[in-house]
């Protein structure tokens, strides 16, 4: 896809932003659709509790990405570029999530307990073209 091409889907999902919240969360209808960008499922929480619209574990990082940044906050810039590499080859996997946040609110979960630097937050800076 055309840097111009991204520009234009990314881009009309800013009028209705992603949210970024953990999944152990109660859920709210604010929420809108309620998606799990992790590759693993939440420890000790079920499917009912969970109340997502969408598993989108393809679009999650790589394992090997995963292990490398767990436990080092210090990699986080690295991380993001990594994983904005990775998202570049697949944009079938989150081009759907750009799309439906031009009809409302999109809420990407995620189970890290670390609320600023975690996957979801590098995905929604990736689908609204801050980085």
Known sequence: MSEGALRRVVGSARAMPFQCKRIYDAPAKSDGFRVLVDRLW?????????????????????DALRKRFHGHPERWE?????YAAELEKIPDGWRP??????????????AAREPERNNAVALRAYLEGDR
Do not use: H, N, Q, Y
């Open 78 to 82: 690295e991380f993001c570029e990594r």
């Open 97 to 110: 999530l750009a799309e439906r946040a031009r009809r409302g609110r999109v809420t990407l979960l995620f």
């Open 42 to 62: 939440p420890r000790g929480l079920s499917k009912e509790k969970a109340a997502i619209d969408l598993w989108a574990r393809e679009i999650a990082p790589s």
